[in-house]
């Protein structure tokens, strides 16, 4: 059976996955506007196919990381994990400041065609995405190792919760024209990601 303290582990690496997760898809970019634009076309089905796409480059890198990247960089992980800290910090201010004027929509751009192919596309393009594995995933998926394979692969689980909930209820909320995700409500959230992240910076500090 499982410990109560191993379990305590994995809920609290879930959930930090998760809202990690979740600010970085929140964040108005390039993958949120394929989602919008894509949802146009294909309906509510288009955002779980984006998040896939997206997912999809993010096994590489995970991949990437477990086949030897991480034993590479084991001797500077104490480093990594303060920039990771600090990344986490900057990230959170920078949510939190967007948030004032942040629009779910940025783009009417004619609709795009294969949801699978946008999300692996707009991710793999984005300069963001690559900046934030670079500093915070990779501190998180090497913390994760440190604890085992299993925990790093649930840091992951939690990461793509965040992505596919989010996409989903964006593309399932355009497509039946519900309010729910309002520009008021967007921000909203976006502020809540933005103080979340400030918080498990300063947390993954501390325990650095």
Not at 31 to 44: D, R
Not at 78 to 102: D, E, P, Q, W
Not at 139 to 158: E, Q, T, Y
Request: aromatic share 12%; glycine share 12%; with cysteine.
């Amino acid at each position: 059976m499982i410990g109560r303290q191993k379990m305590l582990e994995m809920i609290e690496m879930l959930a930090m996955a998760f809202t990690i997760g979740l600010t970085g898809a929140l964040a108005p970019g390039p993958t949120l506007v394929a989602t919008v634009n894509s949802t146009l076309k294909n309906g509510w089905t288009a955002g779980p196919k984006v998040a896939a796409g997206h997912a999809l480059v993010e096994v590489f890198i995970f991949l990437l990381i477990v086949g030897g990247l991480a034993m590479a960089l084991q001797q500077y992980s104490h480093y990594i994990a303060v920039a990771g800290g600090l990344a986490l910090i900057v990230f959170g201010i920078l949510t939190v400041k967007a948030s004032r004027s942040a629009s779910m929509v940025q783009s009417q751009s004619e609709a795009v065609g294969n949801p699978y192919l946008t999300g692996i596309l707009t991710s793999a393009a984005n300069p963001y995405f690559w900046i934030w594995w670079l500093s915070v995933g990779s501190a998180l998926v090497i913390s994760g190792l440190s604890l085992g394979l299993f925990m790093a692969v649930l840091f992951m689980i939690g990461h793509w919760g965040a992505d596919f909930g989010w996409y989903t209820l964006v593309s399932t909320s355009l497509d039946r024209g519900k309010s729910i995700l309002s520009e008021a409500n967007y921000r909203r959230i976006l502020a809540l990601c933005g103080g979340l992240l400030i918080f498990f910076g300063l947390y993954y500090l501390s325990s650095a």
